[in-house]
């Protein structure tokens, strides 16, 4: 698996840092780094904290979004210790996170770690299929962006991810399937005036969590285009003389 993990650092205000993230990546056996939105970085820090992990910085890609960065990845972890209502519905512990992971066994897998002093912001945050939290002490809950990549890493090194061979469908086919179930619910009036941008991505975390197979994503597609169907049909037969199912007098 380790060779299918992408380490994706948004924001990174340090080279230092950024250097010892390479230094961790490599002893846990993953090359692909990928650095998205501005940042500057001296080069010289990044060379000296990083060792001879340095080449994991030299073939490294950027990209301007983090969305760019994570567009390829069948699912994509946000990495955060911050919870709450404006966060993810559903936060894991790194080990609860192999269990989603263990049955994909095709695609790249991003690891996303927001910038060092801020984190992930919210919108970050939403882009990322889910979240993904270190349990720490109350008393000093920040770990350092190395440490947080090493922890994440060694655990997705050291645990069994046995299962059959799966490839989940891609990111754009999920946000279409999105797309399609929200619709569908605003058709048959489901929202009020809002909670329809809330609930598509409710819908699209879950479905990132599940590895939907292509025959499963038909197959749902088919069943919110009948549930339409279902309230054209039933306005119908709400008209008087309509419901052949009445009682005939």
């Given at each position: ?44 820090r990044v060379r000296t ?62 690891l996303v770690f927001g ?133 005939k007098k």
């Amino acid at each position: 698996m380790m060779n299918r993990i992408q380490v994706v650092l948004v924001r990174p205000g340090d080279g230092a840092n950024v250097g010892a993230v390479c230094r961790a990546m490599k002893t846990m056996g993953v090359t692909q780094l990928a650095i998205a939105g501005p940042c500057s970085l001296d080069i010289g820090r990044v060379r000296t904290l990083a060792v001879h992990a340095f080449d994991i910085f030299e073939s490294s890609r950027s990209f301007k979004t983090l969305e760019d960065a994570v567009e390829g990845s069948v699912l994509s972890a946000g990495i955060t210790r911050r919870r709450g209502r404006f966060r993810k519905y559903t936060s894991f512990t790194p080990e609860q996170f192999i269990r989603q992971v263990g049955p994909v066994r095709k695609g790249t897998i991003s690891l996303v770690f927001g910038n060092e002093e801020h984190g992930l912001t919210y919108k970050e945050l939403k882009s990322c299929d889910t979240a993904v939290h270190i349990p720490s002490s109350d008393l000093f809950p920040s770990l350092n962006l190395s440490h947080a990549v090493q922890v994440i890493l060694y655990i997705l090194r050291t645990s069994r991810t046995d299962g059959s061979l799966f490839t989940p469908v891609s990111r754009m086919e999920l946000e279409d399937l999105s797309n399609h179930v929200a619709g569908r619910l605003e058709d048959i009036g489901f929202f009020t005036l809002t909670g329809k941008q809330d609930m598509k991505q409710f819908f699209r975390e879950i479905f990132a969590r599940s590895h939907l197979s292509s025959t499963e994503v038909e197959r749902l597609h088919k069943v919110f285009t009948k549930i339409e169907r279902l309230k054209v049909h039933r306005t119908g037969l709400d008209k008087p003389g309509n419901d052949p199912y009445s009682e005939k007098k």
